[in-house]
């Protein structure tokens, strides 16, 4: 490994080993808590935009294979780990995790003190930075640091949305679900596969005639990155589509995008959740599901009108929002990830749920 260096917008630098592709990588650094599961981490749409450091301190040991992806690359800027482990095991695996990287283009650093780092994104919040070479002077690179653009108000879906339709089916559908892709992980559309549907993925800006010309069944807005606020055309879509009548699920930034339809308002969080091991408390069953979560902006629940919806989930680490249900249409969403990929399978009823509303719908 050649020397390399984490470096942040607020001045502070990181001493490190590259691994993966040799080069440089800029984004919004974030953490997350997950001891497991980095090949899902790493191909997740959601993560376009940052470099993600994983807090757990041994990463690699297993390699990475064929089904773990979350789509079809890597979608990280870059990945930071405090000891990578070329020397992996698994039953499954096909390759390396440096390996891996370097096929994706995608540069990491590790033998940095990620608890250090760490440390640093709670206290000042999730920052831009840049990994790099050693031979670039640390004033360059804060310089630069500065310069990449801020997550507040950037629309990537339109980097990471499907750019050609295209339809999933189970053997024998029985329902038709559309599926607004802004990023959508592949593990969300294996658990609707369960349920003897056929999905047409759309990409994010299709217009609602074009939905409804598929006769839907079902309508589902996927997770994906970046501001939600700065996702007009899918904020007034979703106004359109909500009045029809048809059961709308919404995940992670899908929750965001009902709720900003709905007239809700969404903030920035400090640092964001991202992690498998978050409290949520679901207020019609009284019950706390251990959840997967991966985001960085909140729907401010006090901007949501309380006689168009009840709040059906909070988040117990910090009491923030984490799901609506809307009193008069069939809508529904959830701020957190129930189909895991990584994470606890505890909030899997979700599609249940989903499902059993759909099909009182096609009666």
């Known amino acids: 490994m050649q020397k390399g260096k984490l470096v942040l917008e607020n001045g502070k630098i990181f001493e490190g080993n590259i691994f993966g592709y040799y080069g440089s990588a800029y984004g919004e650094v974030v953490f997350n808590t997950s001891l497991s599961g980095y090949q899902e981490i790493i191909t997740d749409p959601s993560y376009y935009g940052q470099i993600v450091l994983m807090t757990y301190p041994l990463i690699g040991n297993y390699g990475t294979n064929l089904k773990d992806s979350e789509s079809e690359k890597a979608q990280v800027s870059g990945f930071i780990t ?19 990287l370097k096929q994706n283009k995608i540069t990491a650093i590790t033998g940095i003190d990620t608890r250090e780092l760490t440390r640093q994104v709670r206290k000042d919040g999730a920052m831009r930075g840049i990994i790099s070479p050693g031979e670039v002077s640390d004033e360059t690179l804060i310089r630069k640091a500065g310069e990449i653009p801020s997550m507040s108000g950037l629309d990537l879906v339109k980097d990471v949305t499907t750019s050609k339709n295209y339809i999933l089916s189970s053997d024998n559908p029985k329902y038709k679900i ?18 003897d549907t056929e999905m047409k993925v759309f990409n994010a800006k299709t217009s609602p005639k074009e939905i409804l ?5 079902g309508i589902f807005l996927s997770n994906g990155p970046g501001d939600p606020a700065a996702l007009d055309y899918a904020i007034e879509n979703t106004r359109t589509l909500i009045p029809t009548g048809i059961p709308v699920f919404g995940i992670c930034l899908g929750h965001q995008i009902i709720s900003l339809a709905l007239g809700g308002e969404t903030y920035k969080l400090k640092f964001g959740h991202r992690g498998g091991n978050h409290p949520v408390k679901n207020h019609f069953t009284n019950k706390i599901e251990i959840t997967s979560q991966n985001h960085g902006f909140a729907v401010d629940e006090n901007s949501l009108d309380k006689n168009v919806v009840d709040l059906s989930h909070t988040n117990l680490y910090d009491g923030t929002n984490e799901g609506l249900k809307h009193k008069k249409f069939p809508v529904m969403s959830v701020q957190y990830h129930p189909e895991a990929a990584p994470g606890p399978n505890d909030s899997k009823y979700l599609f249940t749920e989903f499902m059993k509303i759909v099909d009182e719908y096609k009666k």
């Open 82 to 100: 405090g000891n990578y482990e070329d020397d992996w095991s698994n039953f499954e695996g096909i390759e390396s995790l440096d390996s891996f």
């Open 178 to 195: 559309a599926v607004y892709d802004f990023g959508i992980k592949k593990n969300i559309l294996r658990e609707f596969l369960h349920f």
């Open 213 to 217: 010309d598929y006769n839907p069944d």
